[in-house]
């Protein structure tokens, strides 16, 4: 058991995507503003939108919680991360490193990392007036409930109170939180203290009724009903539920093209582009073929890129991108894109899936082996084009080496990073985050379209002021005062 000296609460939600991870960010900037060592938390997550961390690497939403909390990111908030590699299995990354293999039937392994769990919420733990933990899925499938760490399993662990959300926006939130109820166990029950209800449109007093009806089903308090947040969308998304392009901008002086691989990771690369006034980015699902009118294809990053190469093929995407390079396009691949648009992959260990190789588009002159050995590193980088600076990250394995390195777009203390092609209209790199520069994202567009891409963005301020919005919304929408209440009941055998 953990010890119960640190005031904690969990939020927990009725489904996946029910906005669990926005509200764990909007309760931490509130309650630091107030002044309070906040620290968030996430036992177990499954994403392949990860970030890196001095000591590994962990779900990006936890990093955005870190920030929300104005703290920097640990391995620690974020102990177990599921990054899936296939519809079956998935990398185990464990307090921030590689620890092998989950498949999917063996789910009820993850019970054995519940010390390591335990390890890392104490330590987190450890100084902070308030640890603000966030569940994975729901804790109402049952049939997962053995060996859970993720949800209630972890929170009879820890002896941390928690808060059950529903989606009204989806339809049949009182059936999904009076059936939660009904079908856990009484001491799983127990643990829940209240419920509260997310993205309500309209008047929110027209849903009383509601909230009186779960109430008397579940005998849970309701602790408020927050209303749609639209600047939602203007923040970095947990997985590839949340996976969205821009609004249309048929003006637009840059028009920008991203088919959407099984095996996408760190899609956030894609979110400085999106948000600019003058970018027209569009997500390509399968089936879709690729624009004739765009200025750029991005490649992004990829989990598994041997089986997103298959995929790429089977979806005649490889056929449009030769066509818009032929064209005059340009091509940029990030991290497992980058991979992609060499001579060749090969996976000899089988690190993503079985071993083997498989040709690349073969727009770069450079060739790709996977090793074991993972790269999970925080990087200050400079635009080599034109001198712009900003921080990146790595989270890959192998190594990518050929002709086309020596003209590489960014610089790593003082050595080149990436590949280009002779006339520059093809380029790749390990890097993720660069686009967050606001410097170094206003030199790509105007490479790419001129003065008429002028950025109009600072990224980083919008996001803070985002984040700022958010916990404004939960103060006046959430009974803020019965939550932290809640989390102090830890203390309280």
């Not at 620290?39 to 961390?53: D, E, G, L, V």
């Not at 989606?167 to 009484?186: N, Q």
């Not at 050929?402 to 209209?425: I, W």
């Not at 919005?469 to 809640?486: F, K, P, T, Y």
């Amino acid at each position: 058991m953990c010890s119960a000296r640190t005031p904690a609460v969990m939020i927990l939600g009725t489904g996946s995507n029910v906005g669990k991870s926005l509200i764990v960010a909007g309760l931490c900037r509130l309650f630091a503003d107030r002044g309070l060592a906040v620290r968030p938390f996430k036992p177990q997550n499954m994403s392949n939108n990860a970030a890196a961390t001095p000591h590994g690497e962990i779900g990006r939403a936890q990093a955005l919680q870190a920030r929300a909390a104005r703290i920097a990111p640990h391995v620690d908030m974020n102990p177990v991360l599921l990054k899936p590699e296939s519809e079956t299995g998935s990398q185990i990354i464990l307090q921030g490193r590689v620890a092998g293999r989950l498949a999917a039937g063996d789910y009820a392994r993850r019970g054995q990392f519940l010390p390591e769990v335990l390890e890392s919420f104490a330590r987190l733990s450890d100084g902070a007036d308030l640890v603000i933990v966030e569940g994975a899925g729901s804790p109402a499938e049952t049939n997962l409930r053995a060996g859970d760490i993720a949800n209630l399993g972890f929170a009879r662990a820890a002896s941390a109170p928690a808060i059950l959300v529903g989606d009204i926006d989806r339809g049949g939130v009182i059936a999904s939180i009076v059936g939660t109820h009904a079908v856990l166990d009484a001491a799983d029950r127990a643990m829940i203290r209240g419920f509260a209800i997310n993205r309500f449109r309209g008047d929110a007093g027209l849903f009383a009724e509601g909230l009186a009806t779960i109430e008397r089903a579940t005998g849970w308090p309701g602790l408020g009903v927050a209303p749609w947040f639209d600047d939602a969308a203007r923040l970095p998304a947990e997985d590839g539920l949340d996976l969205r392009g821009g609004p249309r901008r048929p003006g637009a002086a840059l028009r920008i093209a991203v088919p959407v691989l099984p095996g996408i990771a760190n899609f956030d690369d894609l979110d400085p582009l999106r948000l600019e006034p003058a970018v027209d980015l569009r997500l390509l699902a399968r089936g879709q073929a690729l624009p004739g009118d765009v200025d750029l294809v991005i490649l992004p990053g990829s989990k598994t890129t041997l089986r997103d190469l298959g995929v790429l093929r089977e979806e005649g995407w490889d056929v449009d991108i030769l066509a818009h390079r032929r064209r005059g396009g340009h091509v940029l691949g990030l991290c497992g894109g980058y991979q992609m648009l060499g001579r060749v992959v090969r996976d000899p260990h089988g690190l993503e899936g079985p071993a083997g190789q498989a040709p690349g588009l073969g727009l770069l002159d450079v060739d790709t082996v996977l090793a074991p050995t993972k790269t999970v590193r925080e990087v200050d980088f400079v635009d080599a084009a034109g001198g712009a600076a900003g921080r990146a990250y790595e989270i890959h394995l192998g190594a990518t080496e050929g002709p086309d390195t020596a003209r590489a777009p960014y610089r790593v203390a003082g050595r080149g990073e990436g590949a280009a092609s002779r006339d520059g209209r093809v380029s790749g790199a390990y890097l993720h985050g660069v686009f967050a520069s606001d410097a170094v994202r206003a030199a790509f567009m105007a490479r790419l379209a001129g003065e008429a891409a002028a950025p109009a963005l600072v990224y980083d301020d919008a996001i803070e002021r985002t984040l700022d919005a958010l916990a404004g919304h939960l103060a006046r929408s959430l009974d803020v005062e019965a939550i932290l209440a809640i989390a102090r009941s830890r203390l309280t055998p």
